[in-house]
């Protein structure tokens, strides 16, 4: 797909709209990582079993909520989350909160790279990291520039095997560590217990931000209903899934990498699969969504730069951060990911929700900078590291305070603003 065809800043029109499957796998692939295993894991640590099962699944149905309602935006609109964003944040506004979003999300990939390097060090010691990460690099480049096209036939051929590697995993896991009982008797040691809130709220954290940017996918999707498919399959069969079979084999074998745990069985190949694709289909999605992010960003600046050199750009920013020690604390990283994206994901939602009306058919667009959007992303990050709020509740300060921020400048102070209007294309309503 040319830049052109990726409309980064215009609606897809329905001509150009894709199957469910089409979009639907590339949410599973987006959704599954590495990352789900190690959350997995750290719940299932300090958690009993019954604990750990209600609060990954609560937390990634929280997530499909989201990621439903904030992918409703996208096939409304036509529009990537970025584009969206002018709407919120005015149009010259958006280039500092897409220059944001995509800085953090080359963080965010630059720690799962890094997590390959290390895995793939346990698999083949022998193996050089640099190199590692190099020609992983290349890989995810090499879907990740050709776009929606590249994201899909990576997913459609990922999903289906990361599946059936997945339950052959859990099925040698269980066969050679007593079966399920153990699993079902599982309680933390003393001093290792974590809330259900805390461990709802480490899931919630693991894809907030992404649930936030469904709309750079949905604008692709032809119906309303494949949104609500995509978002099960996504966070419920995609990162819940992983999650829980992460945690259940960190309570039998006392590993929640299912990577290490298909080493351990000697199946070294399918652990390497799975260690690639897992990653690959998250990180290329990722990068995606950045150079959205970038292209955006210079197509409003007046630059003249191809969304395909913002891809290499963003592969080279997450290379360096996989170099530079940033992984060594995940959960920390998380939390800190989660009190800036998660804010992004609660401001969508009261804008388009709360503010406009819902089904609303034209849509005010600020010139400059929108003091609502600016107030409520300051106040909802500060007020999320200040009281150290857990993910869920940095969605939910976001949602309040730009819903207030909302009405005492657009209704109490009758703020004026320049701006155009933009008409919702015509949809499946």
């Given at each position: 797909m040319n830049d052109e065809k990726e409309f980064l800043s215009t609606p897809v029109p329905m001509k150009e709209r894709r199957s469910f499957t089409s979009v639907g796998f590339v949410w599973v692939g987006w959704c599954i990582s590495v990352s789900a295993f190690l959350t997995g894991g750290n719940i299932a640590k300090g958690s009993s079993f019954s604990q750990t099962v209600?609060?990954?699944?609560?937390?990634?149905?929280?997530?499909?909520?989201?990621?439903?309602?904030?992918?409703?935006?996208?096939?409304?609109?036509?529009?990537?989350?970025?584009?969206?964003?002018?709407?919120i944040f005015g149009r010259k506004g958006s280039t500092i909160v897409n220059v944001v979003n995509g800085i953090s999300l080359m963080s965010f990939i630059g720690v799962l790279m890094a997590s390959f390097a290390t895995y793939l060090k346990q698999l083949y010691p022998s193996f050089p990291s640099t190199l590692a990460l190099i020609l992983f690099a290349c890989c995810i480049t090499l879907s990740s520039i050709n776009g929606m096209k590249g994201l899909s036939i990576l997913s459609?051929?990922?999903?289906?095997?990361?599946?059936?590697?997945?339950?052959?995993?859990?099925?040698?896991?269980?066969?050679?560590?007593?079966?399920?009982?153990?699993?079902?008797?599982?309680?933390?040691?003393?001093g290792n217990e974590i809330s259900f809130m805390a461990a709802m709220s480490l899931a919630i954290a693991t894809w907030v931000g992404g649930a936030g940017k469904t709309a750079d996918l949905t604008r692709f999707s032809k119906k309303?209903?494949?949104?609500?498919?995509?978002?099960?399959?996504?966070?419920i069969a995609g990162s819940g899934l992983f999650e829980l079979i992460a945690a259940i084999c960190a309570i039998s074998s006392g590993e929640s990498n299912i990577v290490i745990v298909m080493a351990r069985f000697g199946l070294i190949i399918p652990a390497v699969i799975i260690l690639t694709l897992a990653l690959w289909t998250t990180t290329d999605n990722n990068i995606y969504s950045a150079s959205l992010a970038f292209g955006d960003m210079s197509e409003i600046l007046g630059l003249k730069i191809p969304r395909k050199v913002w891809v290499v750009v963003n592969v080279l920013i997450a290379l360096v951060v996989s170099m530079t020690g940033v992984a060594s604390d995940f959960s920390s990283f998380l939390?800190?990911?989660?009190?800036?994206?998660?804010?992004?994901?609660?401001i969508m939602l009261a804008h388009f929700y709360l503010v406009c009306r819902p089904g609303a058919k034209k849509y005010f667009v600020p010139e400059n900078f929108s003091v609502p959007g600016f107030v409520g992303w300051i106040l909802s990050?500060?007020?999320?590291?200040?009281?150290?709020?857990?993910?869920?509740?940095?969605?939910?300060?976001?949602?309040?305070?730009?819903?207030?921020?909302?009405?005492?400048?657009?209704?109490?102070?009758?703020?004026?603003q320049k701006g155009v209007e933009f008409e919702i294309p015509e949809v499946e309503q």
């Open positions: 209600f609060s990954i699944l609560l937390a990634n149905l929280i997530l499909a909520v989201i990621g439903t309602l904030c992918g409703l935006v996208g096939y409304r609109t036509g529009l990537t989350t970025y584009s969206a964003m002018k709407m459609n051929i990922a999903a289906p095997l990361l599946w059936a590697l997945l339950a052959l995993c859990l099925v040698l896991t269980l066969v050679n560590h007593g079966g399920f009982a153990p699993v079902l008797a599982w309680v933390p040691e003393q309303k209903s494949h949104i609500v498919g995509g978002a099960i399959l996504g966070y939390s800190f990911f989660g009190t800036i994206a998660g804010p992004f994901a609660g990050f500060a007020l999320s590291n200040v009281l150290h709020f857990n993910t869920f509740y940095a969605v939910i300060s976001g949602i309040v305070i730009y819903f207030l921020s909302a009405m005492l400048f657009n209704k109490v102070i009758k703020l004026q």
